[in-house]
C-alpha cells in the first residue's frame, strides 16, 4: 500500500536532510544524498537549496559544527578527536570553520560554555535543530563537495 | 480551569495511508473515522495508543477551498513535506525492541535508537513528514 501512496515531491528531499542528521559521521558525498532523494546530484542541490534554503553540502557541514559543539561542551575529548568523529578530516579546516561560525576557537567555545543539560531536560533532537548555526562562507564549500 | 488534552492534530498527505501506517505500523487503535457528506465529505478520523483512551491523534487532510484557497493547502502541503509540522512524543518500555519491530514493518528511521541524558530515544517520520520521537525514559 505504501508504495502506491502519492508522496509530495519535497518529502524526497527531507530523507536526504534526515539521513545528513542520522550519518554525519560518515564520509557523505552529495551522490549519497542524492539517491537518498531520488534525484540526480544537480538536479537534487538546487531543489534542496530551494526547499530548505541552502546546498546540501552546507546543510551537512553546519551539522557536524553543531555536533562538534555539542561535544566540546559535554566531553572532554580533544578538539582533534572532535573532529574526526564529526566526519571532518583536517583539524586546520575544522578550526577556522568553527572559528568563523561560533566566533572563538573550540578550544575556548569549550571554557565558555556548561553543557546544557545542566540546565533543561531538553530532547537531544531539539538541541540539534536550534543549536545549528547558520554558515557563514566556508572555505569548504569552494569545492562542491559534501565532505 | 483547562482539565485534560484529548486530541492531538495532524496534518496528513493522504489520509487513507496514514490511517494504515498508524495502525498497521505503529500499531495505535482506530478511534474514529467518520465522512460527513453534508461537509463537503469532511472525514474525522482518529487514532490512539491502546490503553490511552483519553488522547486522540486525529488524522487531518489538508483542506482546499473553501477552507483554504489552494495556494494555501499546497503551501502547507509543502511545509510538512519539509518537515516542518510539530512532532508526537511517545514512550516505550523497550526502545530497541519497538525499533526492532517496527523498523521491520517499515517504519522509516530519522535516528536509531541513542543513549541520552534522558534515556534512550530514537526518531522516525510518517510518509507525510510528520516527526516522532520514541523514548525508554530513565
Known sequence: MASATPVHPVRHLLRAKDLVDARYREALDVATLARAAHLSPAHFSREFRQAFGEPPHQYLLTRRLERAAALLRSTDRSVADICLLVGLHSVGSFTTSFGKTYGMTPTAYRAAHAPAIARARVPTCVLQAYARQPSSTFGEDTRGQAS | ?138
Open chain 2, 1 to 138: 480551569m483547562l482539565k485534560q488534552l484529548t486530541h492531538t492534530q495532524v496534518w496528513v498527505h493522504d489520509q487513507d495511508e496514514a490511517l494504515a501506517f498508524y495502525t498497521e505500523k505503529l500499531g495505535l487503535e482506530l478511534r474514529e473515522d467518520v465522512t460527513v457528506p453534508e461537509m463537503g465529505n469532511f472525514r474525522w478520523l482518529s487514532v490512539g495508543v491502546p490503553g490511552q483512551p483519553d488522547v486522540s491523534i486525529t488524522l487531518m487532510a489538508v483542506p482546499g477551498p473553501p477552507v483554504f484557497d489552494e495556494d494555501t493547502r499546497a503551501q502547507i502541503q509543502a511545509l510538512l513535506a519539509k518537515g516542518a509540522s510539530g512532532g508526537l512524543f511517545f514512550s516505550t518500555d523497550d526502545v530497541r525492541g519497538s525499533y526492532e519491530e517496527l523498523k521491520e514493518r517499515g517504519v522509516e528511521f530519522t535516528q536509531e535508537p541513542t543513549e541520552q541524558p534522558y534515556g534512550v530515544d530514537a526518531g522516525f517520520r510518517d510518509a507525510s513528514g510528520n516527526h516522532f520521537r520514541l523514548a525508554q525514559t530513565s
